[in-house]
């Protein structure tokens, strides 16, 4: 596969001005809460958000937070901002205000744009931040994105941009909780598009693509914002939480012929398929990314649905799927073949390549992969070595070429496909009066899905129970992102620890 760019390139024009002018401005672009957009109406908003944006005074390379729920308004602020040259920073909606308040400082971002039900959150963070955006608006009411978009004029002229030139970044959570800013080129989702997209997964322009993953997530930016509009498809949108009650009444109106979901949800349908089963029939596809596919769930969606299920491994830095099964070929418990136009290496401690069975690090090349992170010299001299990239990931691969996913290098660990920090947890519940101590790691529950589980030592006095065990879960879900709270706690006397005084998880990971 090539991938050719002109000089002057601004990656909005072939994903948002090309379909009008091909014929697909009647077309629907998206199928969303508030009624269907058209790709010519969709053309019109990006206009308008890009021609907003720079009579609001927002410049080439400024960056635009935004804290948006899956829905039309995110389509206009992410691709206006790309034609102004404006570098939109899509977040996850389900972070807490110091997060917020490290990213606002961390991007040192002109604008911030959000979703009302967000509100509260974003006021936190605005206080917390020694940085100050100039124009910070909601999505909706008064003072709003919608009031700059209904003044702006539907006509823009793209900023001129290059391949290489910076176009959006993502923010990817560290161990020690403070976020990455990974910095994507214009390029970038072409080359998704294209080597994912079109070569191993076959996006038409005939598909109807639902994504659980969330839009701020790589992988939903890819499943619904990117793919479809790169072949003139159609997306549907679900702006609450995915789950039975959301996406299967969508599924069912909509019809989508390719399904994006995560291990947990496919789990969690099986689990309900008895007493209440969508008609699947539409969907041609499904994928699965963002934490391992157990093969177990793959065998049982198989099953219920005849439906294969693609697992594939992707990463914010890389954008999307780089090592992926294939249509017709799907290889339950591996990750797949690397998807064309990628490199996968497995090295070992000494940095050299296990071409035989071993386990060892997973690196991985391609042309999708983010630049650099953003004002992190040390975060991106340690995992980008020239044109590769360390994924933290242990992996090994078969003597047919099949990857196979062995586990995280670090301390890390993803619950229901998101980034889940041992360490956040573990701080968090030190903060509880009753706790001394305190260790997390994941644990797979009776789905081979891993979930954290904490080992707590208490403070002088205390009584482990079953009360004390429920107070500790509710304090972590409603300090951190809700689905960080350790799902089993066990009191012990003590925690295993090294010479040094570092927690050995590895021991309790075993005992879990
Ligand atoms: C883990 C997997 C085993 C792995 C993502 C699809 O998940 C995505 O990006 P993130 O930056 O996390 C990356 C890490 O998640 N992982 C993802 N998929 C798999 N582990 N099997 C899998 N199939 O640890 C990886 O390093 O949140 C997924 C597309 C775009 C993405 N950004």
Redesign the pocket.
């Known amino acids: 596969v090539r991938l050719s760019y002109a000089e002057n390139f601004n990656v909005a024009v072939p994903f948002i001005d090309r379909h009008p002018r091909e014929g697909r401005g009647e077309k629907i672009a998206i199928h969303a809460r508030a009624g269907d957009v058209t790709y010519a109406e969709l053309a019109a908003n990006v206009n308008r958000a890009a021609s907003g944006f720079t009579a609001l005074g927002l410049r080439p390379g400024d960056r635009l937070l935004m804290i948006i729920k899956d829905c039309p308004a995110f389509f206009y602020t992410f691709w206006g901002a790309i034609k102004a040259g404006v570098i939109p920073v899509p977040l996850n909606t389900l972070l807490r205000s110091d997060t917020y308040a490290f990213v606002i400082e961390n991007s040192a971002a002109t604008a911030f744009f959000y979703s009302p039900e967000f509100s509260a959150e974003v006021e936190r963070a605005l206080e917390l931040s020694a940085h100050k955006p100039s124009h910070v608006l909601p999505t909706e009411g008064a003072n709003s994105l919608d009031a700059v978009l209904a003044q702006a004029s539907d006509t823009f002229e793209a900023v001129p941009s290059t391949p290489d030139s910076d176009c959006f970044w993502l923010y990817?959570s560290g161990s020690t909780g403070r976020p990455k800013g990974a910095v994507h080129r214009q390029r970038d989702m072409v080359a998704t598009s294209v080597l994912y997209g079109v070569e191993v997964l076959g996006i038409r322009e005939d598909d109807i693509c639902y994504s659980e993953a969330k839009l701020f997530?790589?992988?939903g930016i890819?499943n619904a914002l990117t793919f479809p509009l790169w072949v003139g498809a159609t997306s549907v949108l679900n702006e609450s939480k995915p789950g039975p009650d959301t996406s299967f009444p969508l599924i069912a109106r909509h019809r989508p012929t390719l399904y994006y979901g995560v291990p947990t949800l496919y789990a969690a349908y099986l689990a309900l398929f008895d007493k209440q089963k969508p008609d699947l029939s539409s969907i041609r596809a499904c994928v699965?990314?963002?934490?391992?596919?157990p093969p177990d769930i793959y065998q049982r969606w198989k099953a219920a649905t005849g439906l294969d299920i693609l697992?594939?491994?992707?990463?914010?830095?890389a954008?999307?799927?780089f090592i992926s099964n294939r249509h017709g070929a799907a290889r339950p418990g591996s990750?797949g073949l690397p998807v064309p136009g990628y490199g996968a290496r497995i090295v070992d401690d000494a940095g050299d390549d296990i071409l035989g069975a071993g386990e060892g690090r997973l690196f991985i090349s391609g042309p999708s992969l983010a630049r650099c992170y953003w004002n992190n010299p040390e975060k991106t001299a340690a995992t980008m070595v020239g044109d590769w990239f360390d994924?933290?990931?242990t992996y090994r691969r078969d003597d047919e070429g099949f990857y196979y996913?062995c586990g995280?290098t670090d301390d890390m660990m993803?619950v229901g496909?998101i980034?889940c920090s041992a360490f956040d947890i573990e701080s968090k519940l030190i903060e509880h009066p009753a706790v001394l101590e305190a260790a997390v790691v994941g644990k797979a529950d009776a789905e081979s899905l891993i979930k954290p589980a904490a080992y707590v030592v208490l403070q002088a006095g205390r009584e482990g129970d079953a009360a004390l065990t429920a107070e500790l879960m509710q304090f972590c879900k409603s300090r951190l992102a809700p689905y960080q709270y350790p799902r089993w706690i066990r009191f012990v006397p003590e925690l295993p620890k090294t010479a040094t005084g570092k927690i050995q998880r590895f021991r309790l990971r075993a005992e879990a």
Do not use: M, P, Q
């Open positions: 990817s997530f790589a992988y890819g699965s990314a963002g934490e391992a596919l697992d594939g491994i992707g990463s914010t830095e954008l999307h799927i990750s994924t933290g990931d996913y995280r993803k496909g980034w």
